[in-house]
């Protein structure tokens, strides 16, 4: 297991609404990306942070937010959530940004209703 | 653009056999190629990478080949044993750092 954590494990939320997902980082790791994983496919990368300033952004609208925290702890927010936006979140924490070597969290399951 | 992929979604082994799991990427100018393992309701966990002027490099019991004339890169997994039952994902390393996943093989070990 990594030392990653994220919470909460499952969310529903409803279209239209905001949802916030949370991540520590593995003791050690300042560098924190966020991944979206829809159902049988592989993880699409949203953004990384690295000493609390976005660092590299994948191809998600503005309406994906996130922050790092002095502790290199991790938020991602969502706003006016679509039914698309159904998927496991995934955050991964890594050594430096350029580590191939990425150590990811259980991920947050949302269902969008 | 990048792009990443899998040749066979499926992959079906006896236990003790030798696995192969393939991939195909589009994008020449990636630094690094990397396999992932994810197994269920767990995150996915890094197996083994390679650099793009290499074209082997071994592990503990896997060994990953980049063939750059054909853009393919597969993971070989000696005896495979049932808690190599998993999602393998390979991975290329694109601009900024991101990591572009492809959709991912299963592999089921059969005992």
């Known amino acids: 297991e990594t030392g990653v954590t994220q919470s909460p494990t499952h969310l529903i939320k409803t279209r239209g609404q905001q949802v916030t997902l949370r991540c520590s980082s593995q003791?050690?790791?300042?560098?924190v990306s966020w991944y979206q994983q829809a159902l049988g496919q592989g993880p699409q990368f949203i953004f990384q942070y690295y000493r609390e300033e976005e660092n590299g952004r994948g191809n998600f609208p503005p309406r994906f937010s996130g922050l790092q925290f002095p502790n290199y702890s991790s938020e991602l927010n969502v706003n006016a959530l679509e039914l698309d936006d159904s998927a496991l979140y995934l955050c991964?924490?890594?050594?430096?940004?350029?580590?191939?070597?990425?150590?990811f969290g259980p991920g947050t399951r949302l269902t969008v209703t | 653009g990048e792009s990443v992929g899998l040749h066979l979604p499926t992959l079906s082994v006896q236990e003790g056999d030798n696995s192969i799991i393939n991939c195909a990427y589009s994008?020449?100018?990636?630094?690094?190629f990397i396999w992932y393992k994810q197994e269920s309701g767990k995150g996915p966990q890094f197996i083994i990478d390679i650099r793009s002027n290499m074209d082997k490099r071994q592990g503990q019991r896997v060994t990953v080949l980049l063939n750059k004339t054909v853009k393919h890169l597969s993971l070989q997994i000696a005896a495979t044993q049932p808690g190599d039952s998993a999602v393998y994902f390979c991975a290329e390393k694109g601009y900024g750092n991101k990591l572009v996943f492809g959709a991912g093989t299963i592999l089921r070990v059969k005992s």
């Open positions: 991964a924490s890594s050594i430096w940004t350029g580590a191939n070597e990425q150590y």
């Open positions: 003791s050690g790791h300042n560098t």
């Open positions: 994008n020449s100018a990636s630094d690094y």
